[in-house]
């Protein structure tokens, strides 16, 4: 069974950090692209980073560049992302994907399994 299981999240004060990794299960990932989405109480999912299989691409949305930083570890078969400078409009779900293709995707209808999501909540 495939799972993508989500950690790392919790409440922390604007200004602050959250490091959330994402474990694969089941099969490797290898040659897929990943990517993290967020989802707001009220919102659609959105895209936030995805990353190509060697991840030697990466591509943020602009609302988190520069904060935000996707990177991976094939050998582990892990997803990392590290959110510095976190504001209160980062409050969300996060889930974690694998893509059908080696290249990532801004849009979730290219990612085929997704994790259970973990809560990321900024206070000011």
């Known amino acids: 069974q495939v799972q993508l299981v989500e950690s790392g999240g919790g409440l922390v004060q604007a200004g602050g950090s959250l490091r959330l990794s994402c474990a694969a299960s089941g099969r490797t990932f290898e040659n897929n692209a990943m990517g993290w989405f967020r989802q707001a109480p009220g919102k659609d999912r959105e895209f936030v980073a995805t990353?190509?299989?060697?991840?030697?691409?990466?591509n943020h949305a602009a609302s988190v560049k520069g904060r935000f930083t996707i990177s991976r570890d094939n050998a582990k078969n892990m997803l990392y992302l590290q959110m510095n400078s976190l504001k209160v409009e980062d409050t969300a779900v996060y889930y974690c994907?694998?893509?059908?293709?080696?290249?990532?995707?801004?849009?979730?209808?290219?990612?085929?399994?997704w994790g259970q999501g973990t809560q990321v909540t900024v206070s000011s």
């Open positions: 994907a694998a893509a059908r293709t080696s290249w990532g995707h801004e849009s979730p209808s290219q990612y085929d399994y």
């Open positions: 990353i190509s299989w060697t991840g030697r691409s990466t």
